[in-house]
């Protein structure tokens, strides 16, 4: 990306409009028809969207799938099952995504419908979740809200490539303004662009990976 530079200066809007501004019609459309396919319809599907979230905490897609492959459908009221199960996908950071996903899965348990029943504007939804839940924060919170809308998500999953997009050290989580402010500027440019903001992400994010798609991951959800 070169030179560091500040995030939202007025460079690194400039360079995150570049980024809306190339993007193509073909590539809306594309991750459009693969999108509206994956949209979770059953409560299982939704439960399993969030632990592919917590299971992408800090790893490759790569990690990611084979520690969620582990554990898709499987009851997640059990530390000791979950964390076996982290250890043998060797992705790392098992005893913490573990203690992050036997939460969840006890929440889960006690209210699924603290999860399913979703508002129409998920930010508030989104960070009350974020005080609830732990092992996991504003980025990944999102991400779980976006594969569950992936066509109408009003929330960003800021992550490492994002976070270098806009400037900021891609290593070091934003604090909730600045997260808030580059999020309300991706919304912005989503808007104007006439793409739904987590489309727009899997376009960057699947350019990286030189992929026209995201079935190289989303394959497995």
């Known amino acids: ?21 190339s993007i193509t019609d073909e590539e809306i459309n594309t991750q459009i028809n693969y999108w509206s396919k994956r949209t979770p319809v059953t409560d299982n599907e939704i439960k399993n969207r969030w632990l592919f979230a917590f299971t992408s905490v800090h790893t490759t897609w ?19 099952a979950i964390t ?4 043998l996908s060797r992705g790392g950071m098992q005893n913490l995504k573990a203690d992050g996903i036997f939460n969840f899965g006890i929440q889960w348990q006690q209210d699924s419908s603290a999860f ?8 508030k939804f989104r960070d009350t979740l974020c005080n609830r839940l ?14 569950c809308k ?21 290593e070091t989580a934003p604090n909730k303004t600045l997260y808030h402010k580059m999020e309300d500027y991706w919304l912005r440019l989503s808007k104007l662009r006439d793409v739904p903001p987590y ?18 991951w989303a394959y497995i959800l």
């Open 62 to 80: 790569q990690s990611n799938v084979a520690q969620y492959n582990l554990l898709k459908d499987s009851p997640l009221n059990n530390l000791s």
């Open 199 to 216: 489309i727009a992400r899997c376009v960057y994010w699947d350019r990286a990976q030189n992929q026209s798609d995201s079935h190289y």
């Open 116 to 123: 399913t029943n979703q508002p129409t504007c998920l930010r």
């Open 150 to 170: 992936p066509l109408t998500a009003n929330v960003v999953c800021l992550d490492r490539h994002i976070l270098a997009l806009f400037g900021h050290d891609k």
């Open 1 to 21: 990306m070169g030179r560091r530079i500040k995030p939202l200066s007025q460079t690194s809007k400039k360079r995150v409009r570049n980024f809306f501004d």
């Open 134 to 147: 732990t092992q996991i924060n504003f980025a990944k919170v999102s991400f779980a809200l976006e594969m």
């Open 84 to 87: 076996y199960k982290l250890i």
